[in-house]
């Protein structure tokens, strides 16, 4: 089958630095994704990686392990603003499927 | 108009009612997707269009009907639905749906559906 596991629920103090675990399991694989929603909007991209390793981009990153079928995306300094949830999707064949995870509600506290 | 736009915002309907959701892209995307978020449920993919086609429909019950007249627009009728049907239905749209390139999809703001 088909499984994308993270953890449900995160906390972390403001300014520090949080890492959210994502490992996979899927027939196929054409990238993995990460998106932030906050509550009652639309899921908006963060970042996608497709090779093994690190992808830094401002105050996040996501790495990809291949072989383990393992990503994490960490997120430095944090902000009040990030309190949201993180997804992670992997993308399983050519015509667009996603499939996402559950999602990590992440809640900064001051 | 910018992004991806979805109308109507919130819906409540009766299990005899039927309706339509909107979508619509103003990004030259040739790919468009429904999904639905249910609470306490990953987001879960209904149906993918590349260039007006269907390419995936994720074994969604024909009370659910989408209708891709062109690459900008995406439609999904609904009728005789569940109370379990009741979640937010979000659009989204990409590039495209395949490999080449920069494939992310851009999220509308959902419909919130309720089924009384």
């Known amino acids: 089958g088909q499984n994308i596991d993270q953890p449900t629920e995160m906390t972390a103090t403001e300014g520090a630095i949080v890492q959210i675990n994502c490992t996979y399991q899927?027939?196929?694989?054409?990238?993995l994704f990460w998106y932030q929603q906050h509550a009652g909007e639309a899921p908006t991209f963060l970042s996608y990686?497709?090779?093994?390793g690190l992808e830094e981009k401002g105050r996040f990153s996501s790495f990809l392990s291949r072989s383990k079928g393992y990503s994490y995306l960490l997120l430095k300094e944090l902000q009040m603003k990030d309190s949201a949830s993180y997804l992670c999707?992997?993308?399983?064949?050519?015509?667009?499927?996603?499939?996402f995870g559950q999602g990590t509600t992440l809640q900064v506290k001051p | 108009e910018t992004g991806v736009t979805q109308t109507p915002r919130h819906l409540v309907m009766g299990m005899t009612n039927k309706k339509s959701l909107k979508c619509e892209q103003h990004?030259?995307?040739?790919?468009m997707y429904w999904y639905k978020q249910s609470a306490k449920k990953p987001l879960e993919l209904m149906f993918v269009?590349?260039?007006?086609?269907?390419?995936e429909n994720n074994s969604v019950p024909s009370r659910f009907s989408p209708e891709c007249p062109n690459s900008s627009h995406l439609f999904l009728h609904l009728h005789t639905l569940q109370p379990e049907d009741s979640a937010l239905y979000l659009c989204a749209s990409s590039q495209d749906s395949g490999t080449s390139g920069s494939h992310e999809q851009y999220f509308g703001p959902g419909t919130r559906l309720t089924v009384t």
């Open positions: 990686n497709v090779l093994d």
């Open positions: 899927t027939s196929g694989f054409n990238g």
């Open positions: 269009y590349s260039l007006e086609e269907r390419v």
């Open positions: 999707a992997v993308s399983s064949s050519n015509t667009g499927k996603l499939i």
């Open positions: 990004l030259g995307h040739n790919a």
